[in-house]
């Protein structure tokens, strides 16, 4: 079992950065793929970006690519996300995501457990 939190979200302006964290609990966290994910209203849930259980493998969505950095501490059992030169789209709730499958996946079905989102908005 698995409990996330994120925390790390509020409002910024275009152009600016935010640093999302994803706290887990459960000690065999650092076994885990985890991956960031976010929704905005209206819209379907979609994939920004993951990070393999070993930190040394990562995957960005297109819309993210050169913007935001996934990374992880395996003894803190924490995941960040980095998010700069921020866009009015990239406003949503976004959530941290885990499972434990040897395998990428960005699919949100794909993924067994979830923290409860931090919002972002980006806006002047």
């Known amino acids: 079992q698995v409990h996330l939190v994120e925390s790390g979200g509020g409002l910024v302006q275009p152009g600016g950065s935010l640093r999302l964290s994803c706290a887990a609990s459960?000690?065999?966290?650092?076994?885990?793929?985890v991956g960031w994910f976010r929704q905005a209203p209206g819209k379907e849930r979609e994939f920004v970006t993951a990070?393999?259980?070993?930190?040394?493998?990562?995957y960005n969505a297109d819309s993210v690519k050169g913007r935001f950095t996934i990374s992880r501490d395996n003894v803190k059992n924490m995941v960040y996300l980095q998010m700069n030169s921020l866009r009015p789209e990239d406003t949503a709730l976004y959530y941290c995501?885990?499972?434990?499958?040897?395998?990428?996946?960005?699919?949100?079905?794909?993924?067994?457990?979830w923290g409860q989102g931090t919002q972002v908005t980006v806006s002047s």
């Open positions: 995501a885990a499972h434990p499958k040897s395998i990428l996946i960005t699919s949100p079905g794909g993924y067994d457990y």
């Open positions: 459960g000690r065999t966290f650092s076994s885990y793929d």
């Open positions: 990070i393999r259980w070993s930190g040394t493998s990562t």
